[in-house]
């Protein structure tokens, strides 16, 4: 079974300043996809970025970047010019790739706090 | 498109009753889960389903719960006799595609008093 370790419960920047929020996991698959999402307060959760782990590079979304480590299973989100519509719960998930139950394993979440 | 809906958003139950939420996905998607996140945690997994086959279920559905999703489209979460432990937020989510984004609904939050 694959776990999903999230250690920084809560976190605080100044806006625009940057901000890394970290995640560690822990499978035996070789071909998986690592996500981060994002649950604004009272809203519902969305995707923020994706990462296969088959491929090298780390991917970026505008603002949004991810230091994938596959050997060293890390997963780490960078936030870059951080933003009052920042401020949310994320949380990192697996997923192994399947043609039936795709479920996506979470982890506990990291509660951002952008200050003005 | 008009994304994943959810109904009731709240719903408030005394121990005992029965209560059933609703879950209509992305039109064109057949994949759908139901997740249940407790406060302070992530989501956890509670059953899958691809088209109207109901195919994985977690261990954490006990035996009061049941789920559905007549024809493919839109899916129920039943919760019979709810206990305490049960108050949670009840999330639907939906795919289409094999490693697909899965698209989350708002949610229903269950008090159970």
């Known amino acids: 079974a694959q776990t999903v370790t999230q250690s920084q419960p809560e976190m605080s920047v100044q806006e625009a300043e940057t901000v890394t929020l970290s995640c560690t996991y822990d499978t035996s698959e070789s071909n998986y996809y690592l996500f981060w999402y994002k649950q604004p307060p009272s809203r519902q959760m969305i995707l923020v970025i994706r990462q296969e782990a088959y491929k090298q590079q780390n991917a970026t979304e505008n603002r949004f970047s991810v230091n994938f480590q596959k050997a060293a299973k890390s997963f780490s989100l960078k936030i870059s010019d951080s933003q009052l519509g920042d401020t949310a719960m994320y949380f990192c998930?697996?997923?192994?790739?399947?043609?039936?139950?795709?479920?996506?394993?979470f982890g506990t979440g990291t509660r951002l706090t952008i200050i003005p | 498109d008009t994304g994943v809906s959810q109904d009731p958003r709240h719903k408030i139950t005394k121990r005992g009753q029965n209560v059933t939420f609703r879950c209509d996905p992305i039109?064109?998607?057949?994949?759908l889960y139901w997740y249940r996140q407790t406060l302070g945690q992530g989501p956890e997994f509670l059953t899958y389903?691809?088209?109207?086959?109901?195919?994985?279920k977690s261990r954490l559905l006990s035996d009061r719960f049941s789920a559905e999703r007549p024809k493919g489209s839109f899916s129920t979460l039943e919760i019979q006799r709810t206990e305490q432990g049960d108050s949670a937020m009840y999330l639907c989510?939906?795919?289409?595609?094999?490693?697909?984004?899965?698209?989350f609904g708002p949610g229903t939050r269950l008090t159970v008093t």
């Open positions: 989510a939906s795919s289409l595609m094999l490693g697909g984004e899965q698209y």
């Open positions: 039109s064109e998607h057949n994949r």
């Open positions: 389903f691809q088209n109207e086959a109901q195919l994985e």
């Open positions: 998930a697996f997923m192994k790739p399947n043609f039936g139950n795709e479920k996506l394993t």
